[in-house]
Structures are given as structure tokens and as C-alpha cells.
């Protein structure tokens, strides 16, 4: 290959456009940062906390604060940070409902849209706060 002027002109025009196309997809993922007590702690509270508290413990998982859902378990781990394709939290909400260890059961799935949430969150180390912000509670209905 020629190093014409043309031919520069076209290799920095091509650089160029791969700098800008690489900061526009950083920036777009830099906005899509999932935070965990607007969106996730909702979600946790409304579809798992219920049957995955202190109380209950369904598959030993107790899912009322970050010790406890990364708390080693039988099993292994519920959340890997990084890898939601090996986060049993991500692969039972993936699985087919009639798959027996779907979860929610009984026909109180999750959203796609959320679930890819949960996905992404996972993906993005699974921030999961200290203090207040980091607790789910059980609703009311639940506790008496």
C-alpha cells in the first residue's frame, strides 16, 4: 500500500471514526449503569424476598441483604460478580416455567425486560450497597 496523501486522509478518516464510535459506545454503557436500590432492590422486593428471607429460606437463599445473598451455600454461590451466565440468581429466572426449579414458580414470572436487568447488574459486578439502601424488607402481608 501507497502512503498517498489519499490514502492517509483515508486511514486517519477510518481512526478517526473508530475513536469516536468507541467513546460513544463507552459512553452509552457508562449511562446504562444498572443501580441496584432504584432498580434491582424494587424487583427483589416485589418477586423474591417473600419466599427468600430469614424466615423462609427456600434454597437456603436468603436474598434480605448482601451478606446473606452472597453467602456460601450448599450449592455454590447464587451471584458470581461478572458472570451472570454461572449466577444461579440469572439461570433460574432464564428457565422455562415448566423447568421445577423456574423461579418465581407457580406462574409469577419476571418480566423479560427485568430479568435482563438482573443480567445486566450481575454483569456490571453486582454493586449491592451498605446500610439502608442495601436491605429489603419483607411487605407486610408476609410478615404476619
Not at 5 to 32: D, P
Not at 79 to 91: E, N, R, V, W
Not at 134 to 143: D, H, M, P, Q
Request: proline residues 7%; contains cysteine.
Amino acid at each position: 500500500m501507497l502512503f498517498t496523501e489519499t490514502n492517509l486522509m483515508k486511514i486517519s478518516h477510518t481512526l478517526l471514526l473508530g475513536i469516536l464510535s468507541f467513546r460513544t459506545v463507552h459512553a452509552a454503557t457508562e449511562e446504562a449503569k444498572v443501580d441496584f436500590a432504584t432498580q434491582v432492590k424494587p424487583l427483589l422486593t416485589s418477586k423474591c424476598v417473600n419466599c427468600h428471607h430469614a424466615g423462609a429460606l427456600f434454597g437456603e437463599l436468603n436474598l434480605e441483604n448482601r451478606a446473606m445473598a452472597f453467602k456460601k451455600r450448599v450449592n455454590g454461590p447464587v451471584i458470581l460478580p461478572g458472570k451472570p451466565d454461572s449466577s444461579a440468581l440469572y439461570m433460574v429466572l432464564k428457565m422455562p416455567p415448566k423447568n421445577p426449579k423456574a423461579m418465581p414458580p407457580n406462574g409469577h414470572r419476571i418480566a423479560d425486560k427485568d430479568v435482563n436487568l438482573i443480567y445486566d447488574w450481575i454483569k456490571q459486578g453486582a454493586a449491592w450497597p451498605k446500610g439502608a439502601d442495601g436491605v429489603i424488607t419483607l411487605s407486610k402481608a408476609v410478615k404476619e
